[in-house]
């Protein structure tokens, strides 16, 4: 659980939806600083694909940035990991944390404060239907794609590495920020971001991670802009039919991810700034 008496501020939405623009122009508006809440932009090397902001880009912002670029893609990086960082950080700063990703689970895991552990999961659930397993698994079905929601493996997987039969603590003191894009123009985006990703080098990106030895099967490589060149490296699909399964399944991601968001009868869904600053700065003042 999350042990913390001051206040957050989520920017929360689907992918290209402009959150990290405005999360960064935010923190300097109102003197805070940046906690990573996407579950790919965790993973070292994984740079293009997962539009992580580089070092220079987030230096040029002159605000802190945390809980980037720090976790091999091999290994298995688990929720209850994920908000012992986040704690160790809410310890050491002073200022305001702006939790900012397109991974609602990670975001609530802080805000609505989980109570996790190590292994919650123990026993054997290998016997268990794959309607038991999505039962158990209900919280994380919005962002699986569909057919991992019917793959018994998979949802053990999920089961097993973040551990569910988790209650809630007390709510964090935050105001939660959905930013709003109509979805015609958030397709646009997507395009525009995946065409500039192929132009930046995300198949050179590709080539160099397995060069170093990881695989498709490692946690990071297994994600959006990564697990679709798969197929290309053995030879039975194009560069371009590589690029239209990553749109794809980003647009599919991306109504996943508005599914998630949904889900939180508070959120208030918007894309103006001024809106934004205006209702930071008022939850900031406010005793």
Not at 24 to 47: E, F, M, V
Not at 109 to 128: A, G, P, R, T
Not at 151 to 169: A, C, D, F, S, Y
Not at 225 to 249: A, H, M, P, S, W
Request: glycine share 6%; hydrophobic share 30%; proline share 2%.
């Amino acid at each position: 659980m999350i042990n913390y008496k001051g206040k957050i501020i989520v920017i929360a939405g689907p992918t290209a939806s402009g959150k990290s623009d405005i999360a960064t122009k935010l923190a300097k508006d109102i003197d805070g600083y940046i906690l990573n809440g996407d579950s790919r932009q965790i993973y070292k090397h994984l740079d293009i694909g997962t539009a992580k902001p580089t070092k220079k880009e987030i230096e040029d912002t002159c605000v802190d940035h945390f809980l980037y670029d720090f976790v091999d893609p091999k290994e298995h990086f688990t929720l209850f990991e994920y908000q012992k960082r986040v704690q160790s950080i809410l310890d050491t700063q002073n200022s305001i944390p702006i939790l900012t990703g397109g991974t609602g689970l990670y975001i609530d895991s802080i805000v609505f404060n989980y109570d996790l552990s190590e292994n919650n999961i123990k026993e054997d659930i290998s016997s268990l239907s794959l309607e038991q397993l999505q039962q158990m698994a209900k919280e994380y079905l919005p962002e699986m794609t569909e057919s991992d929601r019917q793959n018994k493996h998979r949802l053990i997987r999920v089961i097993q590495r973040e551990g569910l039969g988790k209650k809630k603590g007390k709510d964090l003191n935050h105001i939660y920020f959905v930013i709003d894009i109509p979805k015609e123009e958030l397709r646009e985006r997507i395009d525009e971001r995946i065409e500039r990703m192929f132009e930046d080098g995300l198949l050179e990106e590709n080539k160099k991670l397995l060069s170093m030895g990881y695989t498709y099967e490692d946690k990071g490589m297994n994600s959006i802009g990564y697990k679709e060149f798969k197929e290309y490296f053995e030879k039975q699909i194009t560069l371009d039919e590589v690029k239209e399964n990553i749109k794809r399944n980003t647009y599919s991601y991306a109504k996943r991810q508005r599914t998630w968001f949904r889900r939180n009868k508070n959120a208030i869904w918007t894309n103006n700034y001024d809106n934004i600053l205006d209702l930071a700065s008022n939850f900031i003042t406010k005793e």
